[in-house]
């Protein structure tokens, strides 16, 4: 009987099913967060948020539905990231896959506070027994609950973004610069979260810090799609353990 830990058998193709999940995660994020969330929410006006959510509603339940592909493929991408890189170190795989789980699981409740404003500002018995500047208010603040809870759960992904980079570096069949720069990138997200939670005064850092936090996910994800990965070099690490 074979065991379940047994590398995969076609490795450069699990390598790029992860590159096209990871591009739909980009694309979605990006749709979700600056398409969505970036053209319908003002911080500093309740009352024109909730303006613009109830009468672009369609938009903002298509940005919630982007968000929830996006869960789906983290995990999707948590599996096929430890199938790949278990050879390497299977502690350090299982460290990287929990950590993406469980991010997933606080990109879960951040998403739940999002979808508040379709109860408190939709046609709802809830919404109907609020006035429409406590129901904006009300909404706004659940919205802010989501924004946090994403942050907290970029700080995760910083965390999984590391692990990630010294398992790609160790792999051998696998580049090293990719390695480095996914290092990079996660330690950029935990940055942050740091700045963002810790030294509020830095705010205007956070900006800056998101260019090389996404920029190395670009060139993980064209890589997973165009080349996969090393398969001769692949083989050579598996050999011992199949």
Same mark, same amino acid.
């Given at each position: 009987?074979?065991?379940?830990?047994?590398?995969?058998?076609?490795?450069?193709?699990?390598?790029?099913?992860?590159?096209?999940?990871? %591009?739909?995660?980009?694309?979605?994020?990006?749709?979700?967060?600056?398409?969505?969330?970036?053209? %319908?929410? @003002?911080?500093? @006006?309740?009352?024109?948020?909730?303006?613009?959510?109830?009468?672009?509603?369609?938009?903002?339940?298509?940005?919630?539905?982007?968000?929830?592909?996006?869960?789906?493929? @983290?995990?999707?991408?948590?599996?096929?990231?430890?199938?790949?890189?278990?050879?390497?170190?299977?502690?350090?795989?299982?460290?990287?896959?929990?950590?993406?789980?469980?991010?997933?699981?606080?990109?879960?409740?951040?998403?739940?506070?999002?979808?508040?404003?379709?109860?408190?500002? $939709?046609?709802?018995?809830?919404?109907?027994?609020?006035?429409?500047?406590?129901?904006?208010?009300?909404?706004?603040?659940?919205?802010?609950?989501?924004?946090? $809870?994403?942050?907290?759960?970029?700080?995760?992904?910083?965390?999984?973004?590391?692990?990630?980079?010294?398992?790609?570096?160790?792999?051998?069949?696998?580049?090293?610069?990719?390695?480095?720069?996914?290092?990079?990138?996660?330690?950029?997200?935990?940055?942050? $979260?740091?700045?963002?939670?810790?030294?509020?005064?830095?705010?205007?850092?956070?900006?800056?810090?998101?260019?090389?936090?996404?920029?190395?996910?670009?060139?993980?994800?064209?890589?997973?799609?165009?080349?996969?990965?090393?398969?001769?070099?692949?083989?050579?690490?598996?050999?011992?353990?199949?």
């Amino acid at each position: 009987m074979p065991s379940t830990s047994a590398p995969p058998r076609h490795p450069v193709a699990l390598a790029r099913l992860s590159g096209l999940a990871y %591009l739909a995660i980009i694309l979605c994020g990006i749709f979700a967060q600056m398409a969505v969330r970036g053209s %319908l929410i @003002d911080w500093q @006006d309740a009352g024109a948020t909730a303006e613009l959510i109830q009468s672009r509603n369609g938009l903002f339940r298509l940005g919630l539905l982007a968000d929830f592909l996006v869960l789906v493929l @983290d995990i999707v991408l948590a599996v096929t990231f430890y199938r790949l890189l278990a050879p390497v170190d299977r502690g350090l795989a299982l460290l990287a896959l929990s950590v993406r789980l469980v991010m997933s699981a606080v990109l879960v409740a951040a998403l739940l506070a999002q979808t508040a404003p379709l109860i408190l500002l $939709g046609e709802t018995a809830i919404a109907g027994q609020l006035e429409p500047g406590a129901a904006g208010t009300l909404a706004l603040t659940f919205l802010g609950l989501h924004n946090e $809870g994403y942050i907290l759960a970029l700080m995760l992904f910083g965390l999984h973004g590391c692990a990630l980079g010294i398992l790609l570096v160790r792999s051998g069949y696998f580049p090293r610069f990719l390695g480095i720069l996914m290092g990079l990138s996660g330690l950029s997200y935990l940055a942050l $979260g740091i700045v963002h939670f810790g030294l509020p005064s830095l705010s205007g850092v956070g900006g800056l810090l998101l260019i090389p936090a996404a920029l190395p996910e670009f060139v993980f994800t064209g890589w997973l799609l165009i080349v996969g990965l090393n398969r001769r070099r692949w083989e050579t690490r598996v050999a011992p353990s199949t």
